[in-house]
């Protein structure tokens, strides 16, 4: 597996810096090695990541001749035999390579050669005599590559997009007709656009000639899709002779793909295609063949599983696992929300182009976790497309029969069907109303492309396949796999994408791949005595996917602030005001919109901070961003990353940004702890107990010094007011709080700070006089407005009481909803505080719970601290010494909890008794 990159009407002198440019862009896809040529008008450029005779196959390859040369990204896994023909034909090697064979198999049989080939290809071939370029992909379009004109003549071309901006070739800008598909139809990669207007992707079966003027001439060299047709017209039954052909046809596409001089791994998802691939080659290992050499004496596998959600399929991988016993070793990643806003630019980075759904989000983690171990890994990607898969495909079988088959197959696909129309019937019974996604579009850009339509077959079960094999479906799905696997210099190789196996399922008649309710029919008697019965007998897809539904819940104040953010308000695409309104709604539990359609508007305006918008001054004139190095490094997978275009989750022992760990004097260490965000109900003791439990078992993870810091002394847990006041409930956003004439009126008086409305609001003014009652907001006002004749402050706060003081209005540096919400005083702080601290007590360990001092309920900003209740072993004077710059932070931080440590009781003895006071701010 490599990248490719090059062009056409260069001259070299000015040619070779433009690909060493375009190699770099891709160095991810071959760390193994680089290679470049450039003669007349044409340049090629090569990154290799060795797989196959891991000293030869260097390229560019020259032709015995000097004529032809070649530049290739792929695996033609039947190159042992191809290079025993074209030997018998004359042709001499010299490695133990494939890619001496693609290029003899090109200077041989021309186009016909592509067809010959078994595997995956991307693959330009420069005629150095013609001064052409010629490109192609395998028939499936496995593997990618994408051109670009820079509209003087000259052509680029790359296994990646981001390598054409490296060369010049175009500016990043959007095209317009494809975001709009991808949002209103939920589709993309299925025509030669691409996100990027001016760049184009070579399509599946497809050769281009480059011409020296700049010409590109695109044609269909495979005859497989007519193949196909021809087969689908004139099936042959599917009987027991079929099975075992079916099930010969795949052992040897599965035996094909294992040819590597590198670790082989694969893929567990948990479901049949997976499971097939596992168990197949188990079986291959148990026999001692020969062909799995590269896997090893144990086969690793890699499953992403989430355990506790409704998506977890760990329970499959485990009963495959106890399948194979000791000759599997399984490796488990468990992706989270809060690691995924860590990876989340680099992530959209990877991908270059908006994806479908966070699902690819959980193969990028399994591919991270496989490149610690293997080079290769297979998959069961394209099963679903070849068997019918998806649930959606039982219908369009269903329209497909005649006569007295369709009740029979109704009878048998009730559950199915039943899976289909449950989020349906679910809508209807509590009345909630779907939402299009045209309703949440920009109008002027919804109306200009209202007419824009994606057709899909409806009635012919074969017919559809074909077009989701090669348009609808797979080729996304295909680009995922792509960017992930080389994302960390992982070759990924897909077993079912086999053209052999393609037209051995397609000569079969339609019963082959669904028949009496089941789907997967062939595949399912090939692997009966194969798979555990939990796994052979599935009828719920998932997938390599992750529990959207409940991330999104967990991860909604960081997609709000996106939403609410002025870039996305400033797009064309998106009606801010209605998206909005659908994610509270949604939030809330009365939404009509599904996450999927959050996810692609979120994923765009992704996209077009990371590849349209202007990058910020900091960033001018560098390639890497100045992401700070301790996010870099929980990453753990380089860096890359702008911190100002989206809030990333901080390590728990590091402060937040513009804080220190240390107060000035030294007396105490603050350790801030990010929580999700904090809701009405939620049980704050609890979620206190989990965080600094979190906190504590990290310690061997960190940094001895920082260790030192976290144990030093006694510690304490302070703890924002704000989210007890939300977690009692006591929050209201300020568009259902009736603000009264007074309210209006006193709060003109109020002078706001950059540090918050306090009650410069009338919202919050109107809770103020309910909270203390109007007489007494009266007297207050009076006596504040006194003070500041003689110049004395914060007058009005004693009269009115600390509670009134704890009145917090919305701010825009705020977190949602916040942001948004006016909010009261928590209700009896000092019992909040005794509460956290006997749940504390209880349940961490004695080392740690011996050390603990007590529970400060704090409200505090960059003005001043007001301690609002405690059962801590110090006065307030001692503890707000350590709240002294607000370590917790003023913006979206997320961090409401702070475990704070006395270093060896410095400035602390001698504070033990005392009155509480009040530091004010302002």
Known sequence: MCGIAGYIGISAFWGEPVLRRMADAQVHRGPDGDGYLTDGLIGLAHRRLAVLDRAGGNQPLHSADGRWVLSYNGEVYNYRQLRAELSDLGHRFTTECDTEVVLAAWVQWGRAAFDRFNGMFALAIADLERGEVVLARDQFGIKPLYLAEDGDGRVFFASEIRPLFAAGAVTPKPDDRTIYRYLRFRVHDDTPRTFFHGVTRLMPGEIALLTSDGAIQRSTYTRLYDDMDALAAAPTPYDRSAQERFRTVLDRAIRARLVSDVPVGTALSGGLDSSTVVASIHYMLASAEDTCRPVGATQQTFSAVFPGERNDEERYVDAVAATCGEALQVHKVRPTPDRFLVDLRDFVRTQEEPVISTAPYAQYCVMREASQHVTVMLDGQGADELLAGYLPYYLVHLRGLRGGRVAGELLRSVDVLWRLGRTRLTDVAGRRRRTPPVNLLGRTFAETYRYERFPSVRNDIKARLTADLFRHSLPALLRYEDRNSMRFSVEGRVPFLDAALVRTVWSFDPSAIIHHGWNKRALRDATVDLLPRLVHRRRNKIGFTTPEDSWFQRIKNDVYLIFASRSFGARSYFDQPAVLQAFEDYVAGRGGVDTMTFWRMLNIELWLREFIDPRPASDAGTS?????????????????????????????????????????????????????????????????????????????????????????????????????????????????????????????????????????????????????????????????????????????????????RAIDGPTEYSAYPANISAKLAPRDPDRVARDISSAIRAALPAEFAERFGGTVIIDANDLGQDILGQDADLPDAALVEAFVDNPLGQAREQTPFAVVVAQHQRGVAGHRGGHRVCHTGG
């Open 624 to 804: 890497e961003s100045a992401e700070p190095a301790r996010v870099a490094a929980q990453r753990g997978t380089g860096s890359d990353t702008d911190q100002s275009a989206d809030p990333l989750p901080k390590p728990d022992f590091v402060p937040n940004q513009g804080k220190e760990l240390l107060t000035p004097g030294g007396a105490w260490a603050r350790f801030p702890l990010r929580t999700d965000l904090i809701a009405a109900g939620d049980d704050v003791p609890v979620l206190a107990v989990n965080r600094v439990g979190e906190f504590y078992k990290q310690g061997a993870e960190v940094p001895f010094a920082v260790q030192q810091l976290a144990t030093a002394g006694p510690w304490y847990l302070f703890v924002s007011e704000k989210v007890v006041a939300v977690a009692q409930g006591r929050i209201f956003k300020v568009a259902d709080i009736r603000s009264g004439a007074w309210a209006r009126l006193l709060s003109r008086g109020v002078r706001r700070t950059p540090y918050g409305i306090g009650l410069g609001h009338p919202a919050t003014m109107q809770l103020a006089i309910e909270e203390a009652g109007l007489p007494r907001i009266l007297a207050a006002a009076a006596v504040g407005a006194a003070g500041k004749v003689v110049r004395r402050r914060g007058l009005f706060y004693r009269v009115a009481g600390p509670a009134v």
